[in-house]
């Protein structure tokens, strides 16, 4: 009798434990399961996209065009009186200046970083002229006719230099600094993430 009780109990004691085993195996299969889908990519995809974004935010702006160029501007103005033009007031200068124009993305943490599957995906706020800068030291003054009674001024040098400015931007833009900005720009953006399979895109 105490041999059948014996293995009656043996039998009881290993079914459990197999439920047991079977109940923790699947516990843990499906935590696994569970996982890898809501926790494991999750956790993979805000990480990946977090680092992103912190190294473009530390970039913060990012000029990847330039174009260098000598323009030369034309001011002339006379005094006036009601619109009329007093005579023998005239004045008038031609000069010459060296300039670079920048561009590429004035602000990198405008850009929207997302991930599908293993793809990181960067999409960059458009290029545009980031700065222009005139080199002082080129000046060269190739004409002037000055007058007593109107002369030529610090506030008109300082005009024509904005003049000069805008002249040296839509220059640039003509040549296709912009394109060329571009271009470079998703060169670089790849380079600085080369450790992901990284997508650029435009805005």
Not at 23 to 38: D, E, Q
Not at 119 to 144: C, R
Not at 197 to 203: F, H, I, P, S
């Given at each position: 009798?105490?041999?059948?009780?014996?293995?009656?109990?043996?039998?009881?004691?290993?079914?459990?434990?197999?439920?047991?085993?079977?109940?923790?195996?699947?516990?843990?299969?499906?935590?696994?399961?569970?996982?890898?889908?809501?926790?494991?990519?999750?956790?993979?995809?805000?990480?990946?996209?977090?680092?992103?974004?912190?190294?473009?935010?530390?970039?913060?702006?990012?000029?990847?065009?330039?174009?260098?160029?000598?323009?030369?501007?034309?001011?002339?103005?006379?005094?006036?009186?009601?619109?009329?033009?007093?005579?023998?007031?005239?004045?008038?200068?031609?000069?010459?200046?060296d300039g670079i124009v920048k561009a590429g993305i004035k602000d990198l943490t405008k850009?929207?970083?997302?991930?599908?599957?293993?793809?990181?995906?960067?999409?960059?706020?458009?290029?545009?002229?980031?700065?222009?800068?005139?080199?002082?030291?080129?000046?060269?003054?190739?004409?002037?006719?000055?007058?007593?009674?109107?002369?030529?001024?610090?506030?008109?040098?300082?005009?024509?230099?904005?003049?000069?400015?805008?002249?040296?931007?839509a220059q640039a833009i003509e040549k296709g600094v912009l394109d060329i900005a571009r271009?470079n720009a998703e060169t670089v953006i790849s380079g600085m993430f080369s450790d992901y399979?990284?997508?650029?895109?435009?805005?």
């Open positions: 009798m105490k041999d059948i009780l014996k293995g009656v109990t043996v039998k009881i004691i290993s079914v459990i434990v197999i439920i047991t085993l079977l109940a923790g195996g699947g516990y843990l299969a499906y935590k696994h399961f569970v996982g890898s889908i809501f926790g494991g990519v999750g956790h993979e995809t805000v990480s990946n996209v977090d680092v992103v974004k912190e190294k473009l935010e530390a970039a913060a702006e990012l000029n990847t065009g330039s174009y260098l160029c000598t323009d030369v501007i034309t001011k002339a103005d006379s005094k006036t009186f009601k619109d009329w033009k007093i005579p023998f007031t005239e004045k008038s200068f031609i000069v010459q200046y850009a929207d970083v997302s991930q599908d599957g293993d793809t990181i995906i960067i999409k960059l706020p458009d290029v545009e002229i980031t700065g222009i800068e005139i080199d002082n030291d080129s000046f060269e003054k190739l004409d002037e006719s000055n007058n007593i009674f109107n002369p030529i001024t610090v506030e008109d040098l300082n005009d024509a230099q904005k003049d000069l400015k805008d002249k040296m931007e271009e399979d990284v997508k650029v895109e435009w805005k």
